[in-house]
């Protein structure tokens, strides 16, 4: 099937702030997604994040896909496996008995099912054996009373979805009422009241080696900087043996591992590091979106730039999130570490060689409906934008892993 639709994703969080799966959707541009739209969706997903040999890319993460009653005999769900599988059905289909039959059959099958649109009387009836999830929607500012209302009637055998929840101090609120998971903006939004000391020693160590890095300094003096961080030293020799650099055996010497990787890969290495050792509240799933958007950037990139210029995508998208990461206003950021002009650009416009495709890569998180133009001018086919999502997606869980 041709596509013309484009997939958008929103994080879900769990109490923690952990992203413990993604909703996964096609961005509508104003048009009604119809039941094809729907099973297409599922068939691609399917093909894109189930491998013959590794099994399914997204490790612990759970998808959420919206779903209609036609739906839940689909064969493209047998390619999904069902422990991290959830299909999204509105409250009003519960209303028809072969609907909830086959809702029945896939619960006693292991896939998740989500009720949306669901109000106190239905949260009160037993839903357990037709859905794992209930989502529930606040409206209004009084987002704390409508989650206490929703948390009295809250069952312990079906977990429960808010959304919107768009404010960490809501987002507070839901977790202490037991709510189980949270949709929202909130991968975008710094946490508020959280004091952030500037950067701490290991991102200091970071920056200095980035820095070294650009300036092409030989690698003892690399070697010199990195001896005085012990866990920088242990995570690039663990990054280098398990990332499959074929070296034969193992390395244990960190002039060897330099050699080996390289300094452009270093440099991209060192750029997932330094978000990584952000110790702010609110990282974890910050920090996600941080590695998927880089990776993102890089493979809308692939096609259409030099291959050298991968890397500077990758640092681009890594670094549009740090000023959020690090708790420092993008300039200060940008004074700390020198990074190519055009790169610089694309942070501070979304101009330039680089920018339209960082810009791609942030609407895709945002269900904008930039989606589909900035694609366009960048002559890339929304299959390709599809595959290239889906893959930054799986790349990103071996890497926060």
């Known amino acids: 099937m041709h596509q013309t639709n484009f997939i958008v994703r929103e994080p879900l969080l769990d109490p923690k702030?952990?992203?413990?799966?993604?909703?996964?959707?096609?961005?509508?541009?104003?048009?009604?997604?119809?039941?094809?739209?729907?099973?297409?969706?599922?068939?691609?997903?399917?093909?894109?994040?189930?491998?013959?040999?590794?099994?399914?890319?997204?490790?612990e993460k759970v998808l959420f896909l919206d779903a209609v009653p036609a739906m839940l005999s689909t064969d493209a769900l047998h390619a999904l496996p069902p422990q991290h599988t959830v299909l999204t059905i509105r409250a009003q289909e519960l209303n028809n008995r072969d609907t909830l039959t086959a809702m029945q059959a896939l619960r006693a099958g292991g896939v998740g099912l989500s009720i949306r649109g669901a109000d106190a009387a239905l949260l009160s009836k037993n839903l357990s054996r037709i859905a794992s999830y209930v989502e529930v929607r606040?409206?209004?500012a009084d987002v704390g009373s409508q989650a206490r209302a929703y948390a009295a009637a809250k069952q312990s055998s079906v977990r429960m979805v808010g959304r919107p929840v768009t404010t960490w101090a809501d987002f507070d609120a839901c977790a202490a009422l037991g709510l189980d998971a949270f949709v929202g903006k909130l991968h975008l939004t710094p946490r508020e009241g959280i004091e952030v000391?500037?950067?701490?020693?290991?991102?200091?160590?970071?920056?200095?080696?980035?820095?070294?890095?650009?300036?092409?300094?030989?690698?003892?003096?690399?070697?010199?900087?990195?001896?005085?961080?012990?866990?920088?030293?242990?995570?690039?020799?663990?990054f280098i043996n398990s990332a499959g650099f074929g070296a034969g055996r193992?390395?244990?010497?960190?002039?060897?591992?330099?050699?080996?990787?390289?300094?452009?890969?270093?440099?991209?290495?060192?750029?997932?590091?330094?978000?990584?050792?952000?110790?702010?509240g609110y990282s974890p799933v910050l920090m996600e979106t941080a590695v998927v958007r880089a990776r993102l950037c890089e493979l809308l990139g692939m096609k259409f730039l030099a291959r050298g210029e991968?890397?500077?995508?990758?640092?681009?998208?890594?670094?549009?999130?740090?000023?959020?990461?690090?708790?420092?206003?993008?300039?200060?950021?940008?004074?700390?570490?020198?990074?190519?002009?055009?790169v610089v650009r694309a942070l501070l416009t979304r101009g330039g060689v680089y920018g339209p495709y960082l810009?791609?890569?942030?609407?895709?998180?945002?269900?904008?409906?930039?989606?589909?133009?900035?694609?366009?001018?960048?002559?890339?086919?929304?299959?390709?934008?599809?595959?290239?999502?889906?893959?930054?997606?799986?790349?990103?869980?071996?890497?926060?892993?």
């Open 138 to 140: 606040f409206t209004g």
């Open 250 to 280: 193992e390395v244990q010497s960190l002039r060897q591992a330099i050699t080996l990787l390289g300094y452009a890969p270093l440099y991209r290495w060192l750029t997932l590091l330094l978000a990584t050792a952000s110790n702010s």
């Open 310 to 342: 991968g890397e500077n995508l990758f640092v681009a998208g890594m670094f549009s999130l740090l000023d959020r990461l690090l708790g420092l206003p993008m300039k200060e950021v940008l004074d700390t570490v020198m990074l190519p002009d055009e």
């Open 197 to 238: 000391k500037g950067m701490n020693p290991a991102q200091t160590i970071i920056l200095q080696l980035m820095q070294m890095v650009q300036n092409n300094e030989d690698i003892p003096r690399l070697e010199a900087v990195l001896k005085r961080d012990p866990a920088l030293i242990y995570k690039l020799l663990r």
């Open 17 to 59: 702030q952990r992203v413990i799966g993604y909703e996964l959707s096609w961005q509508q541009n104003g048009q009604q997604v119809t039941e094809a739209d729907l099973e297409s969706l599922v068939g691609f997903v399917a093909a894109h994040v189930v491998d013959e040999d590794d099994g399914w890319l997204l490790r």
């Open 359 to 401: 810009a791609l890569a942030e609407a895709c998180e945002l269900n904008s409906n930039l989606v589909a133009s900035l694609a366009q001018s960048l002559s890339i086919s929304p299959e390709d934008v599809n595959k290239a999502h889906l893959s930054a997606l799986a790349w990103a869980q071996n890497v926060t892993a």
